[in-house]
């Protein structure tokens, strides 16, 4: 991991809610559908979240932004191998555009994760994350980015449009039961 400086920092289980909360809202509502599957019966589909984020935390994958007062945005990541596993043919329907289009971007540090509180945006910190996105990409003797964006999020798509994003390829979403206004997920990608 390269050297973080204030305000960011390597998230700890401590982040736990809030990271749940941005891991949703960059997922369009799509990690809270599939927690309320994951949740026992009579377990807060949150708890879920804060569950998984908290382990993911702990293994230091989380990069926060924290002016003091708690993480208020995010950034998960990680390279996509030049030679990606094929898409399993169990692998259930909601899941397989994402997949495909993951493997669409080989040999690219992939941003699985970018999310800022709806209050804290437009002060550039999407931006900012997305430069050290950058960097540690770099430091992995990488020379390409990936993400993956909702079809109708176009506040997002601008914000990787302006900083060299292009759109790679695009795949309908599949619902199985969740109820979105995503219509397709389109794959966007950048050389550095």
Known sequence: MIDLKPPYRIAT????QELAELVNFAGEGLPYF????????????????????AEKAGEEQVVVVDFGA?????LTGYAID???????DDLPAIYRPLQE???SAPGSWYVNVLACYPDHRGMGLGTGLLKLA???ARAEGLSRM???VAGHNEGARRLY????????????????????????????VKTL
């Open 13 to 16: 289980p401590e982040d736990a």
């Open 134 to 136: 950058e960097e540690i």
């Open 34 to 53: 599939l927690w309320q599957d994951l949740a026992e019966p009579g377990m807060d589909p949150w708890e879920v979240g804060r569950r998984r984020q």
């Open 146 to 148: 990936s993400i993956i």
């Open 161 to 188: 449009e302006r900083q060299g994003y292009v759109v790679e390829a695009s795949r309908p979403c599949s619902f199985d039961g969740w109820e979105t206004k995503t219509r397709e997920w389109v794959l966007l």
């Open 70 to 74: 708690g993480a208020v945005a995010a």
């Open 101 to 103: 289009l993951e493997n």
């Open 82 to 88: 030049q030679s990606p596993d094929p898409v399993p």
